[in-house]
């Protein structure tokens, strides 16, 4: 087990506890009735609904998180060497989120900006005051006596207030990326408009956020949750979540940068909280699947001419038997092309512990 350095909350990172490979067996030794599937590891839990992943694949491989709780940097232990986590950021405050089910939220994205900074996207507030934060980090966690407050980021941008543009203002800003030097932000806000927001990036500072993506009134479907760049750099491309409680809608979009739709297509998935691509190139979402939880899960997008395809992707516990993501909210690849996906739930039993956490999925995808 591992414990947060310096901090009274502990967290049970499983791969100190196994140690080892989770499931080894030549080919010729499988059962014929063994499960086909990528294998897993459960790296993180006790996490409060967390929302968010990032890795510096570009620096010194560390995971951060966000969750209810702040933003957490997990850092992977290397050969016979347990992993940590530390807190990097504290204070948040929380607001509550849903339609049926209802769920206390923080923080709700991160990105790496460089290998020095972190993104921080809102939704610990109210709509039309919630901001994103840009946070210096250094190549080691801080010590717990200079933890900072979720106020000190080296830059703020936003909040939205109501207006011409948001009658209600933004809010719960989902995720980011930076792209074309501009900073791009996933906003549920205005619901008519769907917006994803923009901050010029100029001399090394983000500028002023401001709606620049009306994505509701170029598809019909509200909600842009995921976002990222296509591996050519040539567009956008967004996560279109749909209605909560409404089965199958969620669209994959891909925009220029003027803005401008270029590609929408249809996924049959539930709720598109995030996307992410693998080494290999290949296109993976997380289906958080409000109405039917059993229905979520990882999957690859395939898109053939006019069509996208979504194949759900087989995982294996440590034990070997399929395994069923629980509400899974977002993704991340790491520099040995292992997956990071945030789930609320672990499927374990933590007592009066917050039941999410982080699982890692092998390289192979």
Known sequence: MARMQGWWWSFCLTGALLGGPLWAQNDAEKKDDAPAGHKTKLAIIHLDNPTGVAVNTAGNGHVFV???????????????SPSKIFLEVQGFPSDVYGKGPMYDIGPLGVTMWGTDRL???DGSRKDGEEVVRVYKIADKAPEVNTI?????????????????????????????????DAIYVTSNGDDTKG???????????????TPAIATKEQTGVDAPIAITVAPDKSALVIGQG?????????LLTFYNSEGTITKKYATGLHDICGLAYSPSGKLYAVDFAWVDPSQGGLFELVI?????????????????????????????FDKDGGLYITVFGTGQDTGDNPKGGVIRVEPGL
């Open 66 to 80: 966000v969750s209810k709780q702040g933003v957490f940097r997990y850092v992977p232990g290397a050969a016979g």
């Open 119 to 121: 993104i921080v996207s």
């Open 148 to 180: 900072p407050k979720e106020d000190a980021a080296e830059f703020t941008l936003g909040p939205i207030a109501p207006g011409d543009q948001s009658p209600n203002g933004e809010g719960n800003f989902y995720a980011s990326v930076v792209w074309n």
């Open 195 to 209: 917006w994803v927001l923009k901050a010029e990036i100029k001399d090394g500072k983000p500028g002023p956020l």
């Open 242 to 250: 749909g209605e909560v409680n409404v089965p199958g809608d969620s």
């Open 304 to 332: 053939e001419g006019d069509t996208c395809t979504a194949k759900k992707v087989p995982l294996l516990d440590k034990e070997g038997k399929p395994l069923q993501l629980d509400r899974p909210t977002s993704l991340a």
